[in-house]
């Protein structure tokens, strides 16, 4: 189908919203139409109404998305030439993998120009050979249905939500206020000093009144050091406390966001939207508080200069007036630049992460080379992002200074004119330029920190993907009672809209003591159902009982307690096999470590080693085998005594031999075992076999139980 509707105008701003997580950048590019058209949301609404897996969406599920919200969706196909006849914004297919806004179109001098925004990279604007490289020839357009209905965003987060109140906070406001009264009339007292030595000790050569008016004014100065040095100390003080209020609290509601939330982003991402706290604790450590204080405070400086001269004092406010007008004409770029050098160093970091992790299949493929070229290609991303941003602000302090240089020019003219016309001492001028010097500073300083408020948003748009997610039920109730059968019934999950279910009415019962094997093909299922059985996915339907009691009524934490887990993707940390066996434990026991570590059959290889139980791992386990690394992470769910042991492949990189000392081990143990296996030695141990395949979960039976194992442990 061509393009044939003609582009509306249309002056509105289609807002930037960069994607969180790596599969979300259609619902990104609907947020950013919404905006456009009145719709205020954003991607925290939008991800908790409209689930994604990680596959991200389809044309169709954005289709179903944007008619949820009240657009009628219409997909076409053309060409880049037709793009002109779209109206605007409407959502591209970008690179077959991607989607993008395109904002508007724009002729000029070297060519047709389109103006994209890209979610993961920020504004673009492309000429006609990068958009043939990206765009794939389809284009969805968004009009408003009758049920569209305009809304505003939910309140934004603000730095006041990222702190708690803080004890003696108020109290020390009140001692800033006090010391910056004392250091203000200090400041207004020393131009005096300058005036009544030129206008008076000077004409009549009065040395005596000049040493006194020194040792009074050495006196101020000395109060005004004192104050400033304790109001200095008490900010720095106070601008620390709230900046380490600030990454505690973040970092305490990331530990408590739930599993999927970490699967659908990059560590790169995460770890450069945490970086995002240091802007913001570095503004409430350095300036904030004294810059707000200062220009409230520079009222009273105001006030004199008035009472000096009306008209000097106007030049001055229009000169401030002026910065202010530039300031905010740049506030827009400035964002928009500061959004797109973060997404661009995110993304650099995500690949140098990628890469020093997987340096070993690197270098066995001999592809060295390429990551190479795709790192520095980011970081070529990264530092031309910089350099925009640097630019930007290079051609704003130019012209700032530019509204000063002037405004001193304008002063001199009017100021020697009014004392020509004996308006004016040439002492009352010395003082009105300290004044003034002080007025403009302290003014350009609260401008700064007002507008560095406003840039500030940038990043804490980006720190509001962790603070505001809805964290886990982190409530501990009583214990579970794990003498009792663990009962699932009728589960259903889905990993997001539009996807295929993954699980379809499972329903099964692990009595306790038994060992339950979890087999059937792979991508079947069972992975989805150990980690629901693990209160680590929440079902889209169904529930999980302990003794007859959902496992909601427990709380999460007090029944993560009562289980110990080995997953495929675990991993150990840094530090000592003790601590890791430990799992960091602050007092930690080691008989119940050597205890865990006979049952899991990797004490003697542990005793081998030169520091024993001292060795340490090294980053994420180098130093061990594979076989060894399942061992101590197999000890680590044994070291906290669980009532229920999850076990996904746990064996997997295991010897025959060593296998079946394991798994007699674990048939020793005292406790309910459930374990996902492929091979007949794993899954022959178990009293139960369930099966997982198309969603369905099947009970195997002595008649079909053999033919079934033979057909997984082929595969």
Same mark, same amino acid.
């Given at each position: ?88 914004? /409407? ?44 765009? !794939? ?29 803080? !004890? ?28 009544? +030595?030129?206008? !008076? ?10 040493? $006194? ?7 101020? +100065?000395? $109060? ?91 030049? /001055?406010? $229009? ?65 031309? +992002? ?80 962790? /603070? ?105 940390? =840094? ?20 205890? +865990?570590?006979?049952? /899991? ?27 060894? @690394? ?30 079946? @000392? ?26 139960? $076999? ?20 033979? =057909?997984?442990?082929?595969?």
């Amino acid at each position: 189908m061509s393009v044939e509707l003609l582009q509306l105008g249309g002056a509105r701003r289609t807002p930037m919203i960069t994607q969180s997580e790596a599969s979300e950048c259609a619902l990104a590019c609907l947020a950013m139409v919404a905006g456009h058209h009145g719709f205020k949301t954003d991607l925290i609404e939008l991800r908790q109404r409209f689930a994604l897996s990680l596959k991200g969406a389809t044309l169709k599920q954005l289709m179903l998305v944007a008619e949820a919200i009240g657009f009628n969706a219409r997909p076409l196909r053309g060409e880049i030439e037709e793009l002109g006849h779209l109206k605007l914004p /409407a959502i591209l297919h970008w690179n077959l993998n991607h989607f993008v806004v395109l904002t508007r179109i724009s002729d000029g001098g070297g060519g047709r120009r389109y103006h994209v925004h890209d979610p993961a990279r920020g504004a673009l604007t492309l000429g006609r050979e990068e958009m043939s490289r990206s765009f !794939t020839g389809v284009a969805v357009e968004l009009l408003q249905a009758e049920s569209f209905k305009p809304k505003q965003s939910a309140p934004p987060l603000r730095i006041g939500h990222l702190w708690s109140s803080m !004890t003696g906070f108020w109290q020390a406001m009140r001692n800033v206020i006090l010391l910056s009264l004392v250091l203000q009339l200090a400041v207004l007292a020393s131009p005096f000093f300058l005036q009544v +030595a030129i206008d !008076t000790v000077f004409p009549a050569s009065d040395r005596d009144l000049l040493g $006194v008016l020194a040792v009074g004014f050495a006196g101020v +100065a000395i $109060v005004s050091f004192l104050a400033s040095w304790l109001r200095s100390v008490i900010l720095v003080n106070l601008g620390n406390a709230l900046s380490y209020q600030v990454v505690i609290n973040l970092f305490r509601h990331l530990m408590r966001l739930p599993l999927p939330w970490f699967e659908k982003r990059h560590v790169g991402d995460i770890i450069q939207r945490f970086s995002s706290t240091m802007p913001i604790t570095s503004l409430l450590s350095q300036g904030l508080i004294a810059g707000l204080v200062d220009g409230v405070m520079d009222l009273f400086t105001l006030i004199l200069m008035f009472v000096y001269s009306p008209v000097l004092g106007a030049i /001055a406010i $229009v000169a401030l007036g002026l910065y202010v007008v530039v300031r905010l004409l740049f506030l827009k770029a400035m964002q928009l630049r500061n959004i797109d050098a973060i997404s661009t160093a995110a993304r650099e970091n995500s690949v140098f992460i990628e890469s020093v992790r997987g340096i070993a299949a690197i270098k066995a493929f001999g592809r060295e080379g390429e990551r190479q070229r795709l790192w520095q290609q980011s970081k070529a991303d990264a530092v031309n +992002a910089q350099i925009r941003l640097g630019r930007l602000t290079a051609g704003f302090d130019a012209i700032g200074k530019l509204v000063l240089d002037l405004e001193g020019v304008l002063f001199v003219l009017v100021a020697i004119t009014l004392a020509l016309d004996a308006k004016l001492t040439l002492g009352m001028i010395f003082a009105f330029s300290a004044y003034k010097q002080q007025f403009l500073g302290a003014g350009m300083r609260l401008v700064e920190q007002g507008l560095n408020l406003k840039i500030v948003q940038v990043h804490l748009a980006r720190i509001a993907d962790i /603070a505001l997610t809805p964290k886990e039920d982190d409530r501990i109730g009583d214990a579970p009672d794990f003498s009792q059968p663990i009962t699932t019934h009728n589960l259903w999950y889905r990993y997001g809209m539009g996807e295929a279910d993954v699980l379809k009415g499972a329903s099964i019962q692990i009595d306790p003591g038994e060992m339950i094997a979890i087999v059937g093909p792979s991508g079947g299922g069972k992975t989805t159902l150990m980690k629901i059985l693990m209160g680590l996915f929440e079902p889209n339907h169904g529930s999980i009982q302990v003794g007859g009691r959902s496992i909601t009524t427990f709380g999460k934490q007090a029944y993560r307690q009562s289980i110990g887990s080995v997953a495929q993707e675990d991993a150990l940390y =840094a530090g000592s096999l003790a601590q890791n066996i430990a799992f960091f434990d602050t007092d930690i026991d080691m008989e119940r470590v050597e205890d +865990a570590a006979r049952r /899991a059959c990797i004490h003697d290889d542990i005793k081998r080693m030169p520091l024993g139980y001292d060795t340490l791992v090294g980053d994420m386990g180098s130093v061990l085998s594979g076989g060894q @690394k399942q061992r101590v992470l197999l000890a680590r769910a044994l070291y906290g005594q669980p009532k229920i042991l999850f076990i996904d492949e746990g064996t997997a990189h295991l010897d025959p031999e060593t296998e079946a @000392k394991v798994l007699a081990s674990l048939s020793a143990l005292n406790i309910t075992r459930v374990m996902i296996a492929h091979r007949t030695q794993s899954i022959a141990a178990a009293n139960r $076999v369930y099966m997982v395949a198309d969603g369905r979960v099947l009970l195997m039976t002595g008649d079909d139980e053999q033919p079934a194992l033979q =057909a997984v442990a082929g595969e």
